[in-house]
Structures are given as C-alpha cells and as structure tokens.
C-alpha cells in the first residue's frame, strides 16, 4: 500500500478509537483499544472482535436468527427484490444501449468488437458494478456519507458523483424531451417527417437536397443555428417538452423510490416489449438479414486498433451508468443479508444482453431500408455506381441514429408507420425516464445527507430540483442548445466519471481494505467475491482506466476539441466537425474542474485540517447477527489469496 494510504488509514483509525465513548453496556478491552459489546440487543458492533464458536451456538439458541430477516430501524426500503432489481436494470440500461452500440459494432469490426467488449465487461464493469452495489449496501449510506466514512479525506468522490448526477440529469431529459416531442408529433397520419414541405406545390430545397427526416430533426425540431458562434434564439416548443419532462420525473420521484419504484416495473419492462415487437416486425421484412450480416461482419485487422479497444472500454464503463452514485444510493436500501454479489452479476449481463439485441434489431430494419434504396438506384437508369454496403455504411450514432435514419425506416411502414413511431419513442422515452429516475436519486440522497434542505419535506425538496434543473436546461432549448448540450456530455460525464470511478476503486480496494471488503461480502452475501473479482478491483480495473484516460486525453489533444456542427452543404452528409470556440474550451475546462475538483479540494481541507467537519457515525451492520445466519467463520486465506489481498 502507498505511504499516503497508509498515512490516511492511520489518521482515521485513530479518530474512530478517540470517538467511541464507553457507557455502562460497553467495556473496552485495553489490549484491542476497540469497544466490546455487551448484550444481547446490542446490533451495531462494528468494531468488535470475532465471535468465537460457543458464542454463536448460544446465540442460536437464544433466537432463531437463521430464519429472520436481518432489518434495519427506521430505513426506507423496497417493497421487494424484483423491484430493486428492475430499477438497476432501468438505471444501468439507457439511451446508449440502443443508438451507440450498433453504431460502435458495426463502425469497429462488426462481430470482432465483442471481443474487447467482453474483456472490459470481465475486467471493468462486473467488478465496478459489484463494487457500488456491495459498498453502497454494507455501508447504509447515500454517495456523499459512504465515502466519508472509508475516510473523512474522501468526502469529494461523493461530493463529484452529486455534481456529475446534477448536471447529467439537467442535459440528459433534454434529450428525452426531445423524444416526448416526437412521440405526440406520432400521432398524426401521414408522418410529419414521411415528405418535404411545399410551397405552391414547390419542394422546399433545402428539404430535397437532405431528405424529410433530416430537414424535419434540423430544421423543424430543434431549429438549429449553423454554428455555436451564431446568435441564438430561443425554440418554444423544446423548451415546453422539457418542462413537461420534468413534471414527470418529479411526479414519479416526489414519494421517493415508494412512487419510483412503482413506474420501475414499467420503465423497465416496456422497452423490452417493444423491442420484440420490433424484433419480429424487422425479420418478416424483406432482405433483413442483410443489416444483421453487415453488423457483425468480422474484421479482425480492427483489433490491433489501440482505439477500438478504447471505445469498448467506454461503452462498458458509461453503459453500466456507473460512478453517478445512483447504484450506491438504490443498493443502501436494500436489506443488510441481500446477496448483492449475484444482483451485479445478473444486471450487468442483462444490460449488455440489452444491447447486443437492439443491435440485431435496429439492424434488421436498417438491412431493409438500405436494400430498398439500393434497388431504386439499379432501377433508375442514371449513372451510379450503386454499392449496398455504401447505403448500409451511412449509419449514424447517437441523436442521428433516432431521429434521422431509423425514423426514416419507420417511414417504410406503410399504413402503421405512425404505430411504430408511437411505439419507438414511447420505448425511447421509457429508457430515458428509467436512468433518470437513478441518476436524481443520487442527487436527492445527496442532498439529505449534505442537510441543506433539512426541515424541508421530501416533496418540496424534489420541487425544488427539478425547477433548478428545469431553469438550468433552458440553455439547450435555444437554437444552439444542441450544440452546448454535446459539450456537456463530453465534460461533465465522460471524463468525469472515469475519474470519480479511479478513485472508487483506490478508496475501496487500498484505504477500506480488500480483505475487510471481501469478508464483509461474506458476511452480506454468504459467499466470497471472485478472486479475480478482487484482482479488478485492487489492480486491473485502476489500471485500465488509468490507461483509457491517458489515451482519450491524447486523443483529445490530437485531434482538438471539437463538436459536431449542422451544415447541408457538407461533403458527407448534413454535419461536418468543427473546433470549439475559446469560449467553449473555457466551458469545458470549467465543466471537467467543476466536477472533479472536490476529489482533490476536499482531500487538502481534511487532510491537513484546514476546516472542521462532523465525524462519521459507524454504519449499520449487524455482524453477530450475519455470522450466525450464513454460518460465516473466520476466514483463512491461501497463497493466492495473501498475495492478492
């Protein structure tokens, strides 16, 4: 372990012993300097030594705890574990799992890119995901507190995850604003992006040259400037979205997760019906096989691309929804016994599942819709060299990929084309809604634990954010608004995050301790981690993102810091990247220090005690109880194990 931990570990073991003060139940051994708990009712005996075995016999005797549920007091939980599970499920799958990994898959490789993206979810998101999950329930804890109590110098990890959540939230409802928008605008037959406008019988140009769904995304919906430069003007109808966006999230989160947990089994299920509908709708469509064969196409030159293995390593990280400190918050509320191990395991497989399966879908109906195009143009006569795989090459990523090319899909529907788009943005909006729902979660239990709104009832707490978050998202209901929004998620979430999870895993793996980790897991869960489990998160997983980072910042330094700019007269297509301006690299040198400078902030403050703070009071964990339940003795490690731990 580096001096500096062990310099941390000392301090704060050294305040835990001087804030314990015994009282007639409590004697203190003066060998161990660590209180003793007397008593049968005494629950939290977090520094206690081992049980030995006749105190566990008699504690069998004495109450049947092998069938009683070990509860804490006065703790909201879920009303079940299906519950708990559905919303990791919704957090964790998002967005993304639709419109960036069919894009990645078939831009990196095709079928190839499985291969380094099941490498990092082994070495980068089980661990990772495990870890949140395991630490967020032994410590009973939000984001802010739970790391505080690993030690007081680590207050600006869970301070970074509240900021980080704050402004992902502000931005990321824009976006499902924007399928809100669509949604209602489904309604109407024909599909108001099926055509071009005309005036007099006369095709807009603009709208000829670019295609319906294009014209309508660019220059209906958002009414996007040319440039970030331009003068912006302000687009009522986004701004209304968002705002009727945010009602809903407050609606299904002013009761906290007793009303979230309700919408959960919707959010979570829903989109999952509707891709199967998709699913069998896509493959009873001609030449859809064509789409899926060009996906996962292999091209094995791709993995001896250091960036290849970059975006799968992103793709698993942000997927996974990790680091916001909503997994923490929804895993502390889980019963102390839950074998949260498993939960991590199950939902990370689920969510990478999810992915590939939208993949499959989204590409049926695309193989289609490129043969359909690839037909007119050998049946039209002129002069062009007609190549499928080029009609199939112009996917795009992200918003693209939603609101242009597979709206433009749905066009070929016929008659139930508006039904489809019914059903693609209400499975849209409910993916949207799901990691919303965890990512405000973590910034209300945030904000209990800081007590800025103490004395204040939950459901004005709740008012109150998303009003502040309702007024910070105006900025993306202007006509550049786009444009900032691409700025924010670049610096507010994806270097951020990887930040704040480098330093999750140092302040588990060498300040809290694996081996006090793993025993508490075995104390929770009834089982061990994987020692491979705790090689991640000791060695491998720091490592690995301690190399994404030098590499995305290379990267960015390289190739500059730009964003994707309108431009019809661009030689590929509508957009053309452009470099920020200075303004825009002071926002996001701004963004990036704004979110992760508290790490750093906080650990100075504490660490040299340059101001006072409140010392964390021990957590729940009733050991006694949880080793006699599990039958959990005192653990001998091997060779490996002493190596590795």
Known sequence: MPNVFQSIAADYFEMEYKKVTPDENTTTSFDSRLPVYNGEDASIANFSPSPTTDDVSGLLKKKNVEKEAVVEPSRQQWDNKVQYILACVAFAVGLGNLWRFPFLCQKNGGGVFLVPYGIMLLIEGIPLFALELAIGQRLRKGPLHIWAEINPCLYGIGVSSFVVSFLCGCYYNTVVSWCLYYFFKSFKYPLPWSSCPSNNETVTPSCQSQGPTTYFWYRKTLEISPSIDATPGFVWHIALSILVAWIIVFLSMVKGIKSSGKVIYFTALFPYVVLIIFFFRGITLPHFYEGIIYMFKPDFSKLWDPEVWLEAATQIFFSLSLSFGGLIAMSSYMPIENNCYRDAIVVAIINCSTSLFAGIVVFSVLGHMAHTKYTACTESGLNETCVLEDFL?????????????????????????????????????????????????????????????????????????????????????????????????????????????????????????????????????????????????????????????????????????????????????????????????????????????????????????????????????????????????????????????
């Open 393 to 645: 090459k112009n996917t795009v990523s992200g918003t693209g990929m939603a609101f242009i090319t597979f709206t433009e899909a749905i066009n070929n529907f016929g008659t139930f084309s508006p039904l489809f788009s019914i059903l693609f943005f209400s499975m849209l909006m409910s993916l949207g809604f799901g990691s919303m729902f965890g990512t405000l979660q973590g910034v209300l239990t945030s904000l209990s634990e800081m007590q800025m709104l103490s004395g204040i009832r939950r459901e004005i707490c709740t008012g109150m954010t998303c009003l502040i978050s309702f007024v910070v998202a105006m900025i993306f209901a202007t006509t550049s608004g786009e444009y900032i929004l691409q700025i924010f998620d670049e610096f507010s979430a994806t270097i951020p995050l990887l930040i704040i999870a480098f330093f999750e895993c140092i302040a588990v793996a060498h300040v809290y301790g694996t081996k006090k980790f793993c025993d508490d897991i075995h104390m929770m869960c009834g089982e061990r981690p994987n020692l491979f489990i705790v090689l991640c998160w000791k060695y491998i997983s720091p490592i690995a993102m301690l190399i994404i980072f030098i590499s995305y910042t290379f990267l960015l330094c390289q190739h500059g810091v730009s964003y994707t700019m309108y431009n019809p007269l661009a030689k590929d297509g509508v957009t053309e990247k452009a470099l920020l301006p200075a303004w825009g690299h002071i926002l996001a040198v701004c963004l990036t220090l704004t979110c992760t400078g508290s790490i750093p902030l906080f650990f100075v403050l504490r660490y040299f005690k340059l101001v006072a703070y409140e010392p964390e009071k021990p957590s729940y964990f009733p050991e006694t109880e949880l080793r006699a339940k599990f039958a959990v003795d005192e653990h001998e490690p091997n060779i490996l194990e002493r190596m590795i731990i």
